[in-house]
């Protein structure tokens, strides 16, 4: 089938981009659950994206994944499509980002692709259906995966934000509802700060409010019967002495590991002109473009801390070369997003397969 796929999924791309980024996003999510509803369906699906070639054991923190492969946060928000995903044969699952309200997010359009680029700007917002619905969800697929008995169950991440109304100096217990609501349904955390799409979000990446939001985490985790990992999530736009910080500040707090990078808002040296990107407006950028300035921080991080951190490498993956890059680099699990868009569903054997 990895012969055939592209063609066929070039096709099915060509299709897809006809309708609006957000439009199209549903309409293959929800045509993915009608081939996956069936146990037989998901069989199928999975014989042809996600065979004995995604087997690729790997150990993060204290997690056994299949394989290093995950989907970044922003793709499932309301961790509606774990089953399709699992079919797809991702190691590890990203949800949300979680806030404690449900959101409407930004008014649409606010997903856009920029063909010409392999990239993608998006504004939505933190849209999400709130903490408790999606930790129900959650308690659902737990519960129905109870008696699975798989060696490789898909490991999910619980990634988290604030609601837009919270004020920064309130954000640390919006932080810590999501972390409490979600704590007994998730592998691990991501504390996302570094969304461009929320005002003053990234503001929150300075040291000291940083530090209020993850001590507090770390003694709500210390607490609970099992912790489980907390990781951050950072912007590429950093400057070299704010990654300085996260650095110190990771050590200091003992920070499980980072997730290197969100989208950035640099829009320098890109082939889209620029009288459409000025239409598109505000906005991350992900995708190729964000590669090589994402696979330097990783590089930068891993030499400063001599490998002490945890990474996990996000940031314009879409094929085995792109990851390795990444793992080269010092990321020890990759995330794919906007190239899951552009190379379609066979992207985590692809990648598996190099590896």
């Known amino acids: 089938m990895g012969v055939y796929l592209h063609p066929m999924y070039s096709l099915l791309r060509k299709l897809y981009f006809l309708f609006p980024a957000e439009q199209a996003h549903y309409m293959a999510m929800n045509?993915?659950?009608?081939?996956?509803?069936?146990?037989?369906?998901k069989k199928l699906v999975s014989a042809f994206t996600a065979s004995d070639e995604t087997r690729h054991e790997t150990r993060f923190l204290n997690m056994v994944l299949k394989n290093p492969v995950g989907l970044?946060?922003?793709?499932?928000?309301?961790?509606?499509?774990?089953?399709?995903?699992?079919?797809?044969?991702?190691?590890?699952?990203?949800?949300?980002?979680?806030?404690?309200?449900?959101?409407?997010?930004?008014?649409?359009?606010?997903?856009?692709?920029?063909?010409?680029?392999?990239?993608?700007?998006?504004?939505?917002?933190?849209?999400?259906?709130?903490?408790?619905?999606?930790?129900?969800?959650?308690?659902?697929?737990?519960?129905?995966?109870?008696?699975?008995?798989?060696?490789?169950?898909?490991?999910?991440?619980?990634?988290?934000?604030?609601?837009?109304?919270?004020?920064?100096?309130?954000?640390?217990?919006?932080?810590?509802?999501?972390?409490?609501?979600?704590h007994h349904y998730v592998d691990y955390f991501v504390v996302n700060v570094s969304s461009p799409n929320t005002p003053g979000l990234r503001e929150l990446q300075e040291k000291e409010s940083l530090r209020k939001i993850i001590w507090n985490l770390a003694m709500i985790n210390n607490g609970?019967?099992?912790?489980?990992?907390?990781?951050?999530?950072?912007?590429?736009?950093?400057?070299?002495?704010?990654?300085?910080?996260?650095?110190?500040?990771?050590?200091?707090?003992?920070?499980?590991?980072?997730?290197?990078?969100?989208?950035?808002?640099?829009?320098?040296?890109?082939?889209t002109p620029v009288a459409e990107q000025e239409k598109i407006g505000a906005g991350g950028l992900s995708g190729k473009p964000v590669r090589s300035r994402s696979t330097g921080i990783i590089e930068y991080v891993h030499k400063q801390t001599s490998g002490g951190l945890p990474i996990i490498g996000s940031g314009g993956i879409f094929t085995g070369v792109d990851a390795k890059e990444k793992m080269a680099a010092g990321a020890s699990l990759v995330q794919v997003w906007t190239g899951f868009i552009y190379e379609g569903p066979a992207i985590v054997k692809q990648i598996c397969k190099s590896l």
Request: net charge positive.
């Open 31 to 41: 045509q993915l659950a009608l081939l996956t509803g069936s146990g037989i369906g």
């Open 224 to 271: 609970k019967a099992k912790a489980k990992p907390i990781l951050l999530k950072i912007a590429p736009d950093l400057t070299q002495s704010q990654i300085d910080d996260v650095i110190d500040l990771a050590a200091e707090v003992k920070l499980d590991g980072l997730v290197i990078s969100n989208t950035t808002i640099d829009r320098s040296g890109l082939n």
């Open 72 to 182: 970044g946060a922003g793709f499932d928000k309301n961790a509606k499509y774990l089953n399709e995903l699992e079919a797809l044969g991702f190691g590890f699952v990203e949800i949300g980002t979680v806030t404690p309200l449900a959101q409407e997010g930004n008014p649409q359009p606010r997903l856009f692709r920029l063909p010409q680029d392999k990239a993608l700007i998006n504004r939505m917002g933190f849209n999400n259906e709130g903490a408790d619905v999606i930790a129900e969800r959650l308690k659902k697929w737990r519960q129905k995966k109870a008696n699975a008995n798989e060696k490789y169950p898909l490991i999910i991440g619980g990634n988290i934000g604030k609601n837009k109304v919270t004020p920064n100096e309130e954000a640390w217990k919006d932080y810590a509802i999501c972390f409490n609501k979600l």
